[in-house]
Protein backbone atom coordinates (compact mmCIF):
# COMPACT_ATOMS: atom_id res chain seq x y z
CA UNK A 1 0.00 0.00 0.00
CA UNK A 2 2.88 2.42 1.05
CA UNK A 3 4.30 1.52 -2.23
CA UNK A 4 1.32 2.02 -4.69
CA UNK A 5 1.26 5.42 -2.61
CA UNK A 6 4.55 6.88 -3.39
CA UNK A 7 4.34 5.58 -6.81
CA UNK A 8 0.92 7.61 -7.07
CA UNK A 9 2.52 10.87 -5.79
CA UNK A 10 6.00 10.76 -7.16
CA UNK A 11 5.14 13.07 -10.08
CA UNK A 12 2.96 15.55 -7.63
CA UNK A 13 4.57 18.66 -7.48
CA UNK A 14 4.07 21.87 -5.43
CA UNK A 15 2.52 23.65 -8.28
CA UNK A 16 -0.11 20.73 -8.81
CA UNK A 17 -0.87 21.41 -5.02
CA UNK A 18 -1.81 25.00 -5.62
CA UNK A 19 -3.04 24.13 -9.20
CA UNK A 20 -5.99 21.81 -7.14
CA UNK A 21 -6.40 24.56 -4.55
CA UNK A 22 -7.39 26.99 -6.88
CA UNK A 23 -9.55 24.86 -8.41
CA UNK A 24 -11.29 23.84 -5.57
CA UNK A 25 -11.68 27.46 -4.12
CA UNK A 26 -13.78 28.05 -7.70
CA UNK A 27 -15.61 24.98 -7.49
CA UNK A 28 -17.11 25.67 -3.93
CA UNK A 29 -17.97 29.52 -5.02
CA UNK A 30 -19.52 28.07 -7.73
CA UNK A 31 -21.17 25.39 -5.82
CA UNK A 32 -22.93 27.62 -3.40
CA UNK A 33 -23.79 30.26 -6.04
CA UNK A 34 -25.77 27.47 -8.07
CA UNK A 35 -27.21 26.47 -4.67
CA UNK A 36 -28.18 29.70 -2.95
CA UNK A 37 -28.50 32.01 -5.75
CA UNK A 38 -28.72 30.76 -9.26
CA UNK A 39 -31.73 30.41 -11.13
CA UNK A 40 -33.50 26.81 -11.48
CA UNK A 41 -33.16 26.73 -15.02
CA UNK A 42 -29.51 27.66 -15.14
CA UNK A 43 -28.67 24.86 -12.20
CA UNK A 44 -30.30 22.45 -14.11
CA UNK A 45 -28.53 23.51 -17.74
CA UNK A 46 -25.77 23.56 -16.09
CA UNK A 47 -26.23 20.09 -14.16
CA UNK A 48 -27.41 18.76 -17.68
CA UNK A 49 -24.51 19.85 -19.71
CA UNK A 50 -21.79 18.86 -17.29
CA UNK A 51 -23.28 14.93 -16.82
CA UNK A 52 -23.81 14.85 -21.05
CA UNK A 53 -19.96 15.66 -21.44
CA UNK A 54 -18.70 13.51 -18.40
CA UNK A 55 -20.26 10.57 -19.89
CA UNK A 56 -19.53 11.74 -23.38
CA UNK A 57 -16.04 11.15 -21.72
CA UNK A 58 -16.63 8.05 -20.24
CA UNK A 59 -18.51 6.16 -22.73
CA UNK A 60 -16.00 7.67 -25.63
CA UNK A 61 -18.85 9.34 -27.93
CA UNK A 62 -16.97 11.01 -29.93
CA UNK A 63 -19.34 13.26 -32.08
CA UNK A 64 -20.57 14.57 -28.51
CA UNK A 65 -17.55 15.56 -27.52
CA UNK A 66 -15.77 16.90 -30.55
CA UNK A 67 -19.57 18.82 -30.43
CA UNK A 68 -18.23 20.15 -26.77
CA UNK A 69 -14.84 21.09 -27.86
CA UNK A 70 -15.54 22.71 -31.19
CA UNK A 71 -19.05 24.43 -29.55
CA UNK A 72 -17.96 25.79 -26.43
CA UNK A 73 -17.43 29.05 -27.04
CA UNK A 74 -20.81 29.24 -28.62
CA UNK A 75 -22.11 27.72 -25.36
CA UNK A 76 -20.30 29.64 -23.14
CA UNK A 77 -22.02 32.52 -25.06
CA UNK A 78 -25.23 31.30 -25.08
CA UNK A 79 -25.06 30.72 -21.71
CA UNK A 80 -23.97 34.51 -20.68
CA UNK A 81 -26.95 35.79 -22.97
CA UNK A 82 -29.56 33.95 -21.46
CA UNK A 83 -28.55 33.87 -17.88
CA UNK A 84 -27.24 37.41 -17.97
CA UNK A 85 -28.65 38.42 -14.52
CA UNK A 86 -27.54 35.39 -12.70
CA UNK A 87 -24.13 35.75 -13.97
CA UNK A 88 -23.86 39.35 -13.41
CA UNK A 89 -25.49 38.86 -9.64
CA UNK A 90 -22.52 35.76 -8.93
CA UNK A 91 -20.21 38.25 -10.14
CA UNK A 92 -21.55 40.89 -7.37
CA UNK A 93 -21.54 38.12 -4.75
CA UNK A 94 -17.65 37.65 -5.21
CA UNK A 95 -17.49 41.06 -3.78
CA UNK A 96 -18.95 40.28 -0.50
CA UNK A 97 -17.84 36.56 0.75
CA UNK A 98 -17.15 37.20 4.57
CA UNK A 99 -13.38 36.02 4.08
CA UNK A 100 -11.35 38.87 4.85
CA UNK A 101 -14.49 41.27 4.89
CA UNK A 102 -15.32 44.03 7.50
CA UNK A 103 -18.98 45.89 7.07
CA UNK A 104 -18.82 48.98 5.04
CA UNK A 105 -21.80 49.84 7.06
CA UNK A 106 -21.51 50.75 11.39
CA UNK A 107 -23.89 48.86 13.52
CA UNK A 108 -26.73 50.96 14.00
CA UNK A 109 -27.73 51.64 17.92
CA UNK A 110 -30.35 49.99 20.05
CA UNK A 111 -31.70 53.32 20.24
CA UNK A 112 -32.44 52.80 16.55
CA UNK A 113 -33.73 49.51 16.46
CA UNK A 114 -36.20 50.73 19.19
CA UNK A 115 -37.61 53.13 17.19
CA UNK A 116 -38.20 51.23 14.67
CA UNK A 117 -39.41 48.36 16.27
CA UNK A 118 -42.24 50.92 18.11
CA UNK A 119 -42.83 52.25 14.34
CA UNK A 120 -43.78 48.34 13.45
CA UNK A 121 -45.72 48.06 16.40
CA UNK A 122 -47.75 50.92 16.04
CA UNK A 123 -48.46 50.39 12.53
CA UNK A 124 -49.35 46.09 13.05
CA UNK A 125 -51.75 47.75 15.75
CA UNK A 126 -53.50 50.50 13.40
CA UNK A 127 -53.59 48.32 10.46
CA UNK A 128 -50.47 50.65 8.59
CA UNK A 129 -48.69 49.33 5.79
CA UNK A 130 -45.19 49.01 6.03
CA UNK A 131 -42.52 48.25 3.46
CA UNK A 132 -38.78 48.76 5.18
CA UNK A 133 -35.70 47.22 3.59
CA UNK A 134 -32.35 46.59 5.87
CA UNK A 135 -29.66 45.97 2.75
CA UNK A 136 -26.86 43.64 3.88
CA UNK A 137 -23.58 43.30 2.35
CA UNK A 138 -24.55 43.38 -1.71
CA UNK A 139 -25.47 46.50 -3.63
CA UNK A 140 -28.75 46.81 -4.33
CA UNK A 141 -29.13 49.82 -7.11
CA UNK A 142 -30.07 47.99 -9.96
CA UNK A 143 -32.77 46.27 -8.21
CA UNK A 144 -34.48 49.14 -7.22
CA UNK A 145 -36.69 51.74 -8.97
CA UNK A 146 -38.16 55.45 -8.34
CA UNK A 147 -38.01 56.31 -4.88
CA UNK A 148 -37.24 60.14 -3.18
CA UNK A 149 -33.35 60.54 -1.72
CA UNK A 150 -33.96 61.46 1.67
CA UNK A 151 -30.72 61.06 4.18
CA UNK A 152 -32.94 61.35 7.53
CA UNK A 153 -32.53 60.40 11.00
CA UNK A 154 -34.82 57.75 12.13
CA UNK A 155 -36.86 58.73 14.38
CA UNK A 156 -40.99 57.08 14.97
CA UNK A 157 -42.71 59.89 13.71
CA UNK A 158 -41.44 60.19 10.63
CA UNK A 159 -41.47 56.49 10.16
CA UNK A 160 -45.27 56.98 10.76
CA UNK A 161 -45.59 60.09 8.37
CA UNK A 162 -43.51 58.55 5.50
CA UNK A 163 -46.54 55.75 5.61
CA UNK A 164 -49.45 57.23 6.64
CA UNK A 165 -52.14 56.23 4.00
CA UNK A 166 -52.76 59.60 2.80
CA UNK A 167 -49.10 60.09 2.33
CA UNK A 168 -47.86 60.19 -1.20
CA UNK A 169 -44.87 57.39 -0.67
CA UNK A 170 -46.89 55.04 1.78
CA UNK A 171 -47.30 52.42 -0.97
CA UNK A 172 -43.75 52.80 -1.42
CA UNK A 173 -40.77 50.82 0.43
CA UNK A 174 -38.03 52.61 2.86
CA UNK A 175 -34.29 51.83 2.76
CA UNK A 176 -32.97 52.52 6.04
CA UNK A 177 -28.95 52.16 5.99
CA UNK A 178 -26.48 53.66 8.47
CA UNK A 179 -28.75 54.35 10.65
CA UNK A 180 -30.56 56.96 8.41
CA UNK A 181 -33.73 57.02 6.47
CA UNK A 182 -31.96 56.74 2.94
CA UNK A 183 -34.82 56.78 0.62
CA UNK A 184 -39.01 56.37 0.19
CA UNK A 185 -41.31 55.25 -2.10
CA UNK A 186 -39.04 53.10 -3.70
CA UNK A 187 -40.28 50.27 -5.84
CA UNK A 188 -39.34 46.44 -5.41
CA UNK A 189 -39.16 43.56 -8.03
CA UNK A 190 -41.93 41.17 -7.22
CA UNK A 191 -41.95 37.74 -6.72
CA UNK A 192 -43.53 35.07 -9.27
CA UNK A 193 -43.35 32.12 -6.59
CA UNK A 194 -46.91 32.04 -5.75
CA UNK A 195 -46.46 29.31 -3.44
CA UNK A 196 -44.94 31.41 -0.87
CA UNK A 197 -47.00 34.39 -1.41
CA UNK A 198 -50.22 32.72 -0.42
CA UNK A 199 -52.57 34.99 -2.02
CA UNK A 200 -50.73 37.61 0.42
CA UNK A 201 -50.63 41.47 -1.08
CA UNK A 202 -48.11 43.15 -3.30
CA UNK A 203 -45.52 44.69 -0.73
CA UNK A 204 -45.09 40.70 0.51
CA UNK A 205 -44.39 39.92 -3.11
CA UNK A 206 -42.27 43.32 -3.24
CA UNK A 207 -40.60 41.89 -0.41
CA UNK A 208 -39.89 38.20 -1.63
CA UNK A 209 -38.73 39.76 -5.00
CA UNK A 210 -35.87 41.66 -3.12
CA UNK A 211 -34.91 38.84 -1.01
CA UNK A 212 -34.50 36.41 -3.99
CA UNK A 213 -31.64 38.58 -5.76
CA UNK A 214 -30.04 39.68 -2.76
CA UNK A 215 -29.35 39.25 0.95
CA UNK A 216 -31.48 42.40 2.40
CA UNK A 217 -33.81 42.16 5.14
CA UNK A 218 -37.41 43.13 4.41
CA UNK A 219 -39.82 44.01 6.94
CA UNK A 220 -43.42 44.18 6.17
CA UNK A 221 -46.42 45.13 7.74
CA UNK A 222 -50.20 43.92 6.31
CA UNK A 223 -52.37 46.43 6.75
CA UNK A 224 -55.19 43.40 5.96
CA UNK A 225 -54.14 41.33 9.06
CA UNK A 226 -51.86 43.38 11.32
CA UNK A 227 -49.42 40.85 10.73
CA UNK A 228 -44.72 41.73 10.74
CA UNK A 229 -43.33 39.59 8.35
CA UNK A 230 -39.89 39.31 7.48
CA UNK A 231 -38.52 38.48 4.38
CA UNK A 232 -34.44 36.85 3.54
CA UNK A 233 -33.26 34.57 1.45
CA UNK A 234 -36.37 34.02 -0.38
CA UNK A 235 -38.21 33.01 2.86
CA UNK A 236 -41.43 34.70 4.30
CA UNK A 237 -41.67 34.24 8.08
CA UNK A 238 -44.28 36.20 10.24
CA UNK A 239 -43.05 37.35 13.52
CA UNK A 240 -44.06 38.48 16.81
CA UNK A 241 -44.22 42.19 16.91
CA UNK A 242 -42.17 41.74 20.41
CA UNK A 243 -39.15 39.86 18.50
CA UNK A 244 -38.82 42.71 16.09
CA UNK A 245 -35.79 44.08 17.72
CA UNK A 246 -33.97 40.98 18.23
CA UNK A 247 -34.05 40.15 14.95
CA UNK A 248 -33.26 43.72 13.23
CA UNK A 249 -30.24 43.26 16.19
CA UNK A 250 -29.52 39.66 14.68
CA UNK A 251 -29.05 40.94 10.89
CA UNK A 252 -26.95 44.39 11.92
CA UNK A 253 -24.39 42.40 13.83
CA UNK A 254 -24.12 39.90 11.07
CA UNK A 255 -23.12 42.90 8.68
CA UNK A 256 -20.74 44.19 11.22
CA UNK A 257 -16.97 43.42 12.01
CA UNK A 258 -16.65 40.60 14.96
CA UNK A 259 -16.35 41.62 18.43
CA UNK A 260 -12.41 41.72 18.43
CA UNK A 261 -12.54 43.85 15.27
CA UNK A 262 -10.83 41.41 13.17
CA UNK A 263 -13.04 40.09 10.01
CA UNK A 264 -15.40 37.26 10.08
CA UNK A 265 -14.30 34.02 8.49
CA UNK A 266 -16.57 31.59 6.83
CA UNK A 267 -16.47 28.23 8.44
CA UNK A 268 -19.96 26.86 7.61
CA UNK A 269 -20.50 24.42 4.28
CA UNK A 270 -17.82 21.96 5.27
CA UNK A 271 -20.21 19.50 2.89
CA UNK A 272 -19.91 21.95 0.45
CA UNK A 273 -16.21 22.60 0.75
CA UNK A 274 -14.98 18.79 1.02
CA UNK A 275 -17.33 18.35 -2.67
CA UNK A 276 -15.16 21.15 -4.21
CA UNK A 277 -11.91 19.43 -3.00
CA UNK A 278 -12.82 16.14 -3.99
CA UNK A 279 -14.03 17.38 -7.23
CA UNK A 280 -10.71 19.38 -7.95
CA UNK A 281 -9.08 16.25 -7.32
CA UNK A 282 -11.23 13.80 -9.62
CA UNK A 283 -10.73 16.15 -12.36
CA UNK A 284 -6.82 16.59 -11.59
CA UNK A 285 -6.49 12.82 -12.18
CA UNK A 286 -8.62 12.47 -14.44
CA UNK A 287 -7.23 15.73 -16.89
CA UNK A 288 -3.20 16.71 -15.80
CA UNK A 289 -2.26 13.19 -13.68
CA UNK A 290 0.04 11.36 -16.33
CA UNK A 291 2.80 9.25 -15.38
CA UNK A 292 3.77 8.52 -18.82
CA UNK A 293 6.86 10.61 -20.41
CA UNK A 294 6.34 10.88 -24.10
CA UNK A 295 8.96 12.88 -26.90
CA UNK A 296 7.89 15.19 -29.24
CA UNK A 297 9.82 17.44 -31.97
CA UNK A 298 9.41 20.50 -32.57
CA UNK A 299 11.34 23.35 -35.40
CA UNK A 300 11.95 26.05 -33.72
CA UNK A 301 13.48 29.57 -35.09
CA UNK A 302 16.63 31.21 -34.61
CA UNK A 303 17.05 34.82 -33.49
CA UNK A 304 20.04 36.79 -34.01
CA UNK A 305 20.06 39.64 -31.38
CA UNK A 306 22.00 42.92 -30.81
CA UNK A 307 24.26 42.69 -34.20
CA UNK A 308 26.15 45.98 -34.50
CA UNK A 309 24.53 48.34 -37.09
CA UNK A 310 27.71 48.15 -39.42
CA UNK A 311 27.91 44.50 -39.46
CA UNK A 312 26.32 41.59 -41.13
CA UNK A 313 25.90 38.04 -40.97
CA UNK A 314 26.99 36.35 -44.13
CA UNK A 315 24.67 33.77 -45.72
CA UNK A 316 24.13 31.02 -45.83
CA UNK A 317 22.93 31.26 -41.97
CA UNK A 318 21.18 29.04 -40.18
CA UNK A 319 17.26 30.22 -39.36
CA UNK A 320 16.26 26.72 -37.32
CA UNK A 321 16.94 24.31 -35.80
CA UNK A 322 15.14 20.67 -34.35
CA UNK A 323 14.52 20.67 -30.70
CA UNK A 324 13.46 17.10 -29.28
CA UNK A 325 11.56 17.50 -26.09
CA UNK A 326 11.04 14.97 -23.75
CA UNK A 327 7.93 14.87 -20.20
CA UNK A 328 4.77 14.52 -19.21
CA UNK A 329 1.00 15.21 -21.04
CA UNK A 330 0.52 18.36 -19.12
CA UNK A 331 3.92 19.17 -19.51
CA UNK A 332 3.46 19.71 -23.19
CA UNK A 333 0.03 21.67 -22.74
CA UNK A 334 1.98 24.80 -21.45
CA UNK A 335 4.44 24.86 -24.03
CA UNK A 336 4.27 27.49 -26.69
CA UNK A 337 5.82 26.47 -29.89
CA UNK A 338 5.53 29.45 -31.31
CA UNK A 339 6.35 31.75 -28.81
CA UNK A 340 9.85 28.83 -28.22
CA UNK A 341 13.16 30.69 -29.75
CA UNK A 342 16.67 30.35 -30.19
CA UNK A 343 18.20 33.48 -28.84
CA UNK A 344 21.35 34.19 -30.01
CA UNK A 345 23.36 37.43 -28.52
CA UNK A 346 26.03 39.05 -30.94
CA UNK A 347 26.26 41.64 -29.04
CA UNK A 348 29.70 40.75 -27.38
CA UNK A 349 31.83 40.44 -30.91
CA UNK A 350 34.66 42.06 -30.36
CA UNK A 351 35.93 42.45 -33.57
CA UNK A 352 35.75 38.55 -34.23
CA UNK A 353 35.20 37.47 -37.47
CA UNK A 354 33.47 33.88 -36.40
CA UNK A 355 30.88 33.44 -34.13
CA UNK A 356 30.24 30.15 -32.38
CA UNK A 357 26.79 29.09 -30.03
CA UNK A 358 25.65 26.12 -28.42
CA UNK A 359 22.01 26.26 -29.49
CA UNK A 360 21.12 24.11 -26.17
CA UNK A 361 22.51 26.58 -23.84
CA UNK A 362 20.42 29.56 -25.51
CA UNK A 363 16.81 27.68 -25.92
CA UNK A 364 14.23 30.23 -24.70
CA UNK A 365 10.62 30.29 -23.36
CA UNK A 366 10.61 26.54 -22.59
CA UNK A 367 8.89 25.28 -19.28
CA UNK A 368 10.92 23.97 -16.84
CA UNK A 369 9.20 20.76 -16.74
CA UNK A 370 9.96 19.78 -20.34
CA UNK A 371 13.56 17.97 -20.49
CA UNK A 372 15.84 18.91 -23.68
CA UNK A 373 16.91 15.25 -25.21
CA UNK A 374 18.70 17.04 -28.11
CA UNK A 375 19.01 19.83 -30.21
CA UNK A 376 19.60 19.77 -33.76
CA UNK A 377 22.24 20.80 -34.81
CA UNK A 378 24.38 21.33 -31.58
CA UNK A 379 25.88 24.46 -32.25
CA UNK A 380 25.73 27.58 -34.72
CA UNK A 381 28.42 28.87 -36.42
CA UNK A 382 28.55 32.19 -38.33
CA UNK A 383 30.99 34.71 -40.40
CA UNK A 384 30.31 38.25 -39.72
CA UNK A 385 31.48 40.64 -41.93
CA UNK A 386 30.75 44.89 -42.56
CA UNK A 387 28.32 45.97 -44.67
CA UNK A 388 28.82 46.37 -48.52
CA UNK A 389 28.08 50.10 -49.02
CA UNK A 390 26.30 51.20 -52.38
CA UNK A 391 27.71 54.32 -54.23
CA UNK A 392 24.17 55.89 -55.58
CA UNK A 393 26.06 59.00 -55.93
CA UNK A 394 28.38 57.38 -58.16
CA UNK A 395 25.84 55.80 -60.35
CA UNK A 396 24.24 59.54 -60.40
CA UNK A 397 27.07 60.87 -62.06
CA UNK A 398 27.60 58.10 -64.57
CA UNK A 399 24.05 59.10 -65.64
Known amino acids: MQAFFEKLTEPLRYADVLDVAIVSVLLYVTFVWLRDRASRSLRIVTVGLTATFLTARWLELYLTTMLFHYGMLAIVIALVIVFQNDIRYGFERLTTFRWFH?????????????????????????????????????????????????????????????????????????????????????????????????????????????????????????????????????????????????????????????????????????????????????????LAYHTDTIQRTYIIPIEYRNLPADLEIVEPKPTHVQVTLSGVQPAFGMLDPAASTVSLDANQISGQQTLRWTTGDHLKNVPSELAVESVEPQSIVVSVRKKRLQSVDSNRDQK
Open 102 to 286: YSSNPEVNSLHIDMISEAVTVMARDRIGALIVFPGREPLDRHLRGGVTVDAEVSLPLLLSIFHPKSPGHDGAVVIASGRIATLGLHLPLSQRVDQIHGSGTRHAAALGLSECSDALVLVVSEERGTVTLCRNGELQVVDQASVAEQLHNHFLEQSSSADGRPQIQVANWLTKLVAVAVAILLWFQ
